[in-house]
């Protein structure tokens, strides 16, 4: 027997063993080690002590998903591919509590990093609370001992009340002319600055939608969200503990209406990949570039190429995955379905880094490791 018929023949023996290499099907239903469907949506990785930690909404079937009717979902894995499900981080409160995180409410984007310095796990997300639409544009905050948690709710809120970003404009002392006008969240009648949507929160806090976190090299964290009706993109540093927003805060892409924002940094750089502000459709990506997390940043375009580059793949950021002591990074997307929440997808992807950016490839299977 020729060797490479020997090889097909053992590959074909250990897959039909169940030993086949474990791989990524980007958009195909993925289980965990249980066998049941991962329920993590709008998720993001955290990587502690040797094992990665996949936090997400939990989402039911039907168009009621969409509304908090569980909690955050969270699954660990060694190796990426295989999920152990560890339950539901934080669960909603009652219906008829008046908890800001009541049943029903819409609790987004969770994220979770570990402070080292307090060993605490500080969970934020983006909040509406119950019956509210999406006026709110809250951030909530929780915190436990354990990675898995449970996660105690501590408060939830505008960013930043009271300060003015540091790279304000003399406008933004003024006042604003958008007091009293209504947004659909995807467009302005003018720009953000003209408007001074800033000027107009200052005193309440921020608005806070699509979200992610980015602890530095430094140990500072920073809370990343769509800002100023999703027109501006902020981000805003946390206090020590990251219990709280420092009130050091900076807005980038202003008028871009830049969502679904992901932060990641590879030799000394930070890179965003963001998608643009289409409701659960998806879009082209953006990708964008800075020496300094404070800017200045600057926009690369869109990071995917070749079919289904005009909609990343029919998916849309929730993260950027730094696999651990290796050079290699994983785009994390979501392929929404609004009318069944529950049956939305995972799309991730490869990222390799190009010139000053990065792209994301589509592939139908592939490993990290080659
Ligand atoms: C797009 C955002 O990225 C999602 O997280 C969600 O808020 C939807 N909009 C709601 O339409």
């Known amino acids: ?184 969240g995807g ?24 979200m992610t976190l980015f602890v530095d090299d430094d140990g500072r964290a920073y809370h990343i969200y769509s800002s100023e009706e999703n027109s501006t993109l902020h981000i805003s540093e946390l206090t020590d503990d990251y219990l709280a927003h420092s009130g050091r805060y900076a807005r980038f892409f202003a008028g871009r209406f830049m969502e679904a924002p992901a932060l990641f940094k590879r030799g000394g750089r930070y890179y965003l990949m963001m998608s643009g502000c289409t409701g659960w459709a998806p879009n082209a990506a953006r990708s964008a570039v800075a020496e300094s997390i404070w800017g200045p940043w600057r926009e690369l375009g869109n990071p995917c190429e070749g079919p289904g580059a005009e909609t990343t793949y029919d998916s849309q950021s929730t993260f950027v995955v730094p696999v651990a002591g290796t050079d290699r990074f994983i785009y994390m997307g979501d392929r929404w379905n609004p009318a069944d929440a529950a049956d939305g997808r995972y799309v991730w992807l490869p990222v390799r880094f190009e010139g000053d950016g990065f792209r994301v490839e589509w592939c139908d299977r592939w490993r990290w490791e080659e």
């Open 1 to 184: 027997m020729r060797t490479s018929t020997l090889i097909t023949a053992l590959w074909l023996i250990l897959a039909a063993a169940g030993c086949s290499r474990p791989e990524f099907r980007p958009g195909a239903v993925w289980t965990d080690t249980d066998g049941a469907v991962i329920n993590a949506h709008g998720g993001g990785i955290l990587y502690d002590e040797g094992r990665y930690y996949w936090f997400g909404e939990h989402k039911t079937a039907g168009e009621a998903g969409n509304l908090a009717q569980v909690g955050v979902h969270c699954y660990s894995s060694e190796n990426l591919y295989d999920w152990r499900d560890e339950g539901i981080a934080l669960a909603v409160a009652p219906e008829g509590s008046g908890s800001p995180i009541e049943k029903g409410c819409i609790l987004e984007r969770p994220k979770v990093i570990r402070n080292a310095r307090t060993g605490k796990y500080v969970m934020w997300f983006h909040l509406e609370p119950k019956g509210a639409g999406y006026t709110g544009a809250l951030s909530g905050v929780a915190v436990s001992d354990r990675a898995t948690g449970p996660y105690t709710f501590l408060r939830a809120g505008r960013p930043d009340a009271g300060v003015y970003p540091v790279n304000a404009l003399p406008q933004h002392f003024g006042k604003s002319r958008a007091a009293g006008m209504r947004f659909d």
């Open 187 to 210: 467009s302005l009648p003018e720009h953000p600055d003209s408007l001074n949507l800033v000027g107009r929160d200052a005193a309440q806090g921020q608005m806070a939608r699509d």
